[in-house]
C-alpha cells in the first residue's frame, strides 16, 4: 500500500492476465520518447518514468508512451481490470495522462486519464469489459500542451502494471474484492461522447446516492441503486436525464453522497 495509494487489491483471489513489475528489464514494450527505468522514485524495485527519476520535466510539446508490443487476450468472464500505480505530476487539465487501449495498435481509445500534481503513489484502475473475448494493446501516454517550457512539469512514473479478472458482477455494477475506502473516482472516458463509467467503492454496507448537475447548478441526473454490500461499483451512465432526454455538451458536476463520505468530481460531454 505505497504512499497514499487508494486500492489495495488481493492478487491471489483474481486470475493475473498480464503483469509488469520492471524487474525484467522492458523487452515487452514499445517505447516512445525518453523512457527509463530508474529506483530513485518506485514503489519496489524499478519503476519507468518519462523523465529520470521522476524529477526531471517533460518536454514542451511532447508527445511519450509505451505500449505493449504483444496483445493481450482479455478473457470472457470475471469482470477483467486493469490496475496500475501511478506517480503525476503534470500541469492541470492542460497536460493529460491516458492509459488507451486498441484492437489492432494503430485506433486508440481512451480507458483512463488523469493529470495534476498528484506527487504521491496512487493506485489506479480501469474496467476492460468493453474488450471481453478480444486481444488489446495497451498504451500510456503523455502529451504536453504548454506554451512556455516553464509551464512543463516532472511528468509520469508508472510501476506494477497488472490485467486481471476474477471479480463478481451484477447487471451493469461491477464489484470488485479488496477495496478499502469510500471513494468517488474520476469518471471515463472523459471527454466522454455519450456513454461514460462512474466507478465508486464502499467500506460497509450503504445507500450511496449520486446526483449530476450542469454548469449552472441545476440538477439533471439522480443516481440511487439502493443499498450496496462492502466492495467497488461502477454507474454506466448514459448521458441523459432523468426524463431520458440526451444531455447537451457541456461541463457537469456528479456528486456522491454515503454515509458522512460526500465528493464531487467534474465531467465532460462533447456530442
Not at 102 to 109: I, M, P, R, V
Not at 237 to 255: A, Q, T
Amino acid at each position: 500500500d505505497p504512499g497514499n495509494s487508494q486500492i489495495s487489491f488481493e492478487l491471489g483471489k483474481a486470475n493475473v492476465i498480464f503483469s509488469e513489475t520492471w524487474e525484467d528489464g522492458t523487452d515487452k514494450w514499445e517505447i516512445n520518447g525518453p523512457w527509463v527505468l530508474q529506483e530513485e522514485l518506485s514503489v519496489n524495485g524499478q519503476a519507468i518514468t518519462d523523465s529520470w527519476g521522476g524529477r526531471g520535466h517533460y518536454a514542451q510539446n511532447c508527445d511519450v508512451w509505451i505500449a505493449t508490443k504483444e496483445a493481450i487476450l482479455i478473457p470472457n468472464t470475471g469482470n477483467p481490470l486493469l490496475h496500475f500505480d501511478s506517480h503525476v505530476y503534470t500541469e492541470w487539465d492542460y497536460d493529460p495522462v491516458t492509459v488507451e487501449a486498441s484492437l489492432d495498435g494503430n485506433t486508440w481509445q481512451e480507458i483512463w486519464t488523469k493529470s495534476g500534481r498528484l506527487d504521491w503513489w496512487q493506485k489506479e484502475y480501469a474496467y476492460l469489459y468493453d474488450y471481453a473475448g478480444q486481444n488489446i494493446y495497451l498504451r500510456f501516454r503523455l502529451r504536453d500542451n504548454s506554451i512556455a517550457d516553464e509551464l512543463t512539469d516532472p511528468g509520469w512514473t508508472i510501476d506494477n502494471i497488472y490485467v486481471v479478472s476474477g471479480s463478481s458482477a451484477a447487471h451493469k455494477d461491477v464489484l470488485v474484492p479488496g477495496l478499502e475506502n469510500t471513494l468517488l473516482f474520476q469518471n471515463y472516458p472523459n471527454p466522454a461522447k455519450q456513454n461514460t463509467h462512474i466507478p465508486y467503492s464502499l467500506t460497509s454496507s450503504t445507500e450511496p446516492k449520486i446526483d449530476i448537475y450542469n454548469i449552472r447548478g441545476q440538477h439533471v441526473r439522480s443516481y440511487r441503486p439502493g443499498t450496496k454490500a462492502e466492495g467497488s461499483y461502477t454507474w454506466f451512465f448514459d448521458g441523459k436525464d432523468d426524463d431520458g432526454r440526451n444531455l447537451p455538451s457541456g461541463i457537469y458536476f456528479y456528486r456522491m453522497k454515503a454515509g458522512k463520505y460526500s465528493k464531487t468530481r467534474r465531467l465532460v460531454l462533447v456530442k
